[in-house]
């Protein structure tokens, strides 16, 4: 069957090949990694960075990675054969935010609803 429609199975094969990243963007993206991960060490191990600002400076760095990694190595993209990925992606980042924002509201109401010891509660020895 393969036979009697080349022309379909060359634009078959050449649609699967487009949507698989070029060691070009293979390279570039492993560069890209690199360069981001050395970039966090060193904002904690340079020591050049305000203590306050380490953490936001690392997250900042871990966000580009991430998207980083989804464009060069899993191909995300707004490309039409690409658009269902993202939507999935986007759902599961979206039920995550609310598990974790949830996760972090309940921690907070039980600690500000607990009763903390107070010293005339404490015992004495």
């Known amino acids: 069957m393969s036979g009697a429609h080349p022309s379909h199975d060359a634009a078959h094969h050449d649609a699967a090949h487009a949507d698989h990243g070029s060691t070009r963007s293979y390279l570039i993206g492993f560069a890209l990694s690199v360069v981001l991960t050395l970039a966090s060490f060193g904002v904690v191990m340079s ?17 580009a990675q991430l998207v980083v990694q989804l464009v060069c190595f899993l191909h995300m993209g707004t490309s039409p054969s690409q658009r269902s990925n993202l939507a999935i992606m986007l759902f599961t980042l979206l039920i995550l935010a609310i598990v974790v924002v949830g996760s972090l509201w309940v921690l907070h109401n039980m600690n500000v609803n607990m009763m903390h010891p107070t010293s005339h509660m404490m015992p004495v020895e």
Do not use: K, T, Y
């Open 47 to 63: 020591g050049l960075v305000p203590h306050d600002l380490m953490m936001p400076g690392i997250i900042v760095f871990g966000v």
